[in-house]
């Protein structure tokens, strides 16, 4: 088990443009979510998708983010038209938490974004 | 609603020090709680956890007991190390499905 990856690790972007991150999830989880994290800041939760179902978005998101689990295993967030308040390190972590128990949060190591 | 407050950083020590980083919550019903750490270019990694009130987690030399009354989970840890430096994030579970909340973090550095 690798653990959860994601790519690409940086991304530099002129504003205006559309970028998109991949995850990779541990293999057996069902749980997946996106956080954004900026400098000083703790996690900010974007969404989760319980398989390939997108059961939760932030109601701070933009409509220009949009996020697709085809199939339940890896995920891509997609930024449409990026703005500069867009930098931040995009963060990807999954569990296998039901629908009783507790399942801790396996981060990766996170995908930043600069945009220019 | 729920949410989690974080003592400010940073926080700097020196080695063998004692350390205490605080941390309260609110949340409507039964959370569970976490402190994850973020070492220097790594992602987040789950330090401990407590599930359940009076619960103490625990984890290379960390702990921190989960108290209701005073709705709590300070991490201690008796005599911190160089390589504990790093943030630390308390983060909590709701339980009702959807995210985990997570406060500020806290720079900590410990010198030689």
């Known amino acids: 088990d690798t653990g959860v990856s994601q790519d690409p690790r940086h991304k530099i972007t002129k504003r205006g443009q559309n970028v998109t991150f991949r995850c990779d999830p541990i293999?057996?989880?069902?749980?997946l979510y996106w956080y954004r994290q900026t400098l000083g800041q703790g996690p900010e939760f974007l969404t989760y998708f319980q398989n390939e179902a997108q059961l939760e978005k932030s109601r701070l998101l933009s409509d220009r983010f949009s996020a697709e689990r085809p199939k339940g295993s890896f995920s891509t967030l997609e930024i449409q038209r990026t703005e500069q308040g867009d930098s931040a390190m995009y963060l990807c972590?999954?569990?296998?938490?039901?629908?009783?128990?507790?399942?801790?949060?396996?981060f990766g190591e996170g995908s930043r974004l600069t945009v220019l | 609603g729920n949410s989690v407050t974080q003592m400010e950083g940073p926080v700097t020590l020196s080695e063998e020090a004692f350390l205490t980083i605080n941390c309260t919550y609110t949340?409507?019903?039964?959370?569970?709680l976490f402190w994850y750490v973020q070492y220097p270019g790594e992602g987040l990694q789950l330090l401990l956890k407590a599930t359940k009130a009076d619960d103490k987690g625990s984890n290379k030399g960390f702990e921190a007991t989960y108290r209701k009354e005073t709705t709590s989970f300070h991490l201690e840890k008796g005599s911190v190390q160089v390589s504990d430096s790093a943030v630390y994030f308390c983060?909590?579970?709701?339980?009702?499905?959807?995210?985990?909340?997570f406060g500020t973090g806290t720079s900590l550095t410990v010198i030689p």
């Open positions: 293999s057996e989880h069902n749980r």
């Open positions: 972590a999954s569990s296998t938490r039901g629908t009783s128990n507790t399942g801790e949060l396996f």
């Open positions: 983060a909590l579970d709701p339980n009702t499905g959807n995210q985990f909340y």
């Open positions: 949340a409507t019903g039964y959370p569970s």
